[in-house]
């Protein structure tokens, strides 16, 4: 049987090998040298030129990148590296825990260590090449460090906490481990900005001035408390613009890239900040914590099913039955149910995005929204024209072209 399941998450991994490659490919086929006529008025030629030059070198580095690790997982797995890291980790104690807790960080390091010269390569070779790269070498080691800390530090507990419940009540661990895994994701939904994000960055409230006057004149028109609305240093790392709205309740902000309000004005910003609005108003940040829970809970119920199987143990090449072996490859195994969610969850995700934009549109201005969004685009360089098929696999968002076209019909 465990024969089997080897086998069976060898065809996994290389299906969605293939899949990634065909997808890549098709979107490559839309590349083109002239600008295409539906983008006349976004790009000028040089911009549209660069912009296909930065997906050909990005594309070209994907096929690399995703090349090397499916070699590596397929290497590993024939020479049962798993198992031997295992044994590594047993060597050390005998507790499940800390085996795996040892197993895990034994894992994680020695990955990241690994693609580090492709992150290397991608911040300060590609991204430095077409003006997007503000990162020094030394905020990249202490981004590198303090992730590993975050990482072990949240991971790590969460994990032995899972186990902890395993080894005390079996295969009901999952419904402990579910309510434990969901109040995290409430306190981190409430409160990432306020203790994860100043670890890389520094936060400041928004300046007096039009910028903020505008902001707080469109919130007053539309009846939404504004708590706080804070500027992120964006720019020591990239020149790329972004903003977001985090939290619930008394605990939402909305973060505004340094980057944004550089390259945008203050009723393009606005508009920006109205879609976001929009979402909490449409309340798809709540929908969005209540389904990732929701989908938690299944998750970790057919974990509960099939982890304690030895068999799952025996596939990775281990004689000794282990809860961490069994992840490993129940998370092999659950890979195509968890695409198949990802692409249905994109499709709702998409629609959201759609219903936000019509918010903005009618609430404030579409003008201004279809010129943030063409002036985000283009200054990042984004790809105007990609394949159906690697958007309906891909996109979180509806393409420009397409948002532009939707908001025509409500802008005012």
């Given at each position: 049987?465990?024969q089997?399941?080897f086998?069976i998450?060898?065809?996994?991994?290389?299906f969605?090998?293939?899949?990634e490659?065909?997808?890549?490919y098709?979107?490559a086929?839309k590349?083109?040298?002239?600008?295409?006529?539906?983008l006349?008025?976004?790009?000028?030629?040089?911009?549209?030129?660069k912009?296909q030059?930065?997906?050909?070198?990005?594309h070209?580095?994907?096929?690399?990148?995703?090349?090397?690790?499916?070699?590596?997982i397929?290497?590993?797995?024939y020479f049962?590296?798993?198992?031997?890291?295992d044994q590594v980790a047993?060597f050390y104690?005998?507790?499940?825990?800390?085996v795996?807790?040892l197993?895990?960080?034994i894992i994680?390091?020695?990955s990241d260590?690994?693609h580090?010269?492709?992150n290397?390569y991608?911040?300060?070779?590609?991204?430095?090449k077409?003006?997007?790269?503000?990162?020094?070498?030394k905020?990249?080691i202490?981004d590198?460090?303090?992730?590993?800390?975050?990482?072990?530090a949240i991971?790590?507990?969460?994990?032995?906490?899972?186990?902890?419940f395993?080894?005390k009540v079996?295969?009901?661990?999952?419904?402990?481990?579910?309510?434990?895994v969901s109040?995290?994701?409430l306190?981190m939904?409430?409160?990432y900005?306020s203790?994860?994000?100043?670890?890389?960055?520094?936060l400041?409230?928004?300046?007096?001035g039009?910028?903020?006057?505008?902001?707080?004149d469109?919130?007053?028109t539309?009846?939404y408390?504004?708590?706080?609305?804070y500027?992120?240093?964006?720019s020591?790392?990239?020149?790329?613009?972004?903003a977001?709205?985090?939290?619930l309740?008394?605990?939402?902000?909305?973060?505004?890239?340094d980057?944004?309000i550089?390259k945008?004005?203050k009723?393009?910003?606005?508009?920006?900040?109205?879609h976001?609005?929009?979402?909490?108003k449409k309340?798809?940040?709540?929908?969005?914590?209540v389904?990732s829970?929701?989908?938690?809970?299944?998750?970790?119920?057919?974990?509960?099913?099939?982890?304690?199987?030895?068999?799952?143990?025996?596939?990775?090449?281990?004689?000794?039955?282990?809860?961490?072996?069994?992840?490993?490859?129940?998370?092999?195994l659950?890979?195509?149910?968890s695409?198949?969610?990802?692409?249905?969850m994109?499709?709702?995700s998409?629609?959201n995005?759609?219903?936000?934009?019509?918010?903005?549109s009618?609430?404030?201005?579409?003008l201004h929204?279809?010129?943030?969004?063409?002036g985000l685009?283009?200054?990042?360089?984004?790809?105007l024209t990609?394949?159906p098929?690697?958007?309906?696999?891909?996109?979180?968002h509806p393409?420009?072209?397409?948002?532009?076209k939707?908001i025509e019909?409500?802008?005012?």
């Open positions: 049987m465990h089997i399941i086998l998450i060898i065809g996994i991994l290389i969605d090998f293939l899949l490659q065909l997808l890549d098709l979107n086929t590349r083109s040298s002239v600008l295409p006529k539906e006349i008025g976004i790009y000028d030629e040089s911009k549209y030129k912009s030059d930065y997906d050909k070198v990005n070209k580095f994907s096929i690399i990148t995703s090349s090397f690790n499916i070699i590596l397929l290497v590993f797995l049962s590296g798993f198992a031997l890291i047993r104690t005998t507790n499940p825990i800390l795996a807790l197993f895990f960080g994680m390091f020695a260590i690994l580090i010269p492709f290397i991608d911040t300060f070779v590609i991204e430095e077409f003006g997007f790269n503000k990162t020094s070498p905020l990249f202490f590198k460090i303090k992730g590993w800390f975050i990482s072990a991971g790590g507990g969460l994990l032995a906490l899972i186990i902890w395993y080894t079996g295969q009901d661990f999952w419904i402990y481990a579910w309510i434990a109040i995290f994701m306190f939904t409430m409160f900005t203790l994860i994000v100043p670890l890389f960055n520094k400041k409230p928004l300046e007096e039009e910028l903020k006057n505008e902001i707080t469109f919130c007053k539309v009846d408390n504004l708590e706080s609305v500027v992120i240093d964006g020591k790392r990239s020149t790329k613009a972004n977001y709205f985090s939290g309740g008394k605990k939402k902000k909305i973060v505004l890239f980057t944004l550089e945008l004005s009723e393009e910003i606005t508009a920006v900040l109205a976001e609005i929009g979402h909490y309340k798809h940040t709540l929908i969005s914590v389904s829970i929701l989908q938690t809970g299944i998750t970790l119920y057919i974990l509960s099913l099939f982890v304690g199987n030895p068999n799952l143990s025996k596939a990775l090449g281990s004689d000794i039955p282990s809860f961490h072996l069994g992840l490993i490859t129940f998370g092999f659950y890979s195509p149910i695409t198949i969610i990802g692409l249905f994109n499709v709702i998409r629609k995005e759609y219903s936000a934009d019509r918010y903005a009618e609430k404030y201005k579409g929204l279809q010129n943030a969004l063409k685009s283009v200054s990042n360089l984004s790809n990609p394949h098929l690697y958007v309906f696999f891909n996109y979180s393409t420009l072209l397409q948002r532009l939707f019909r409500f802008k005012k």
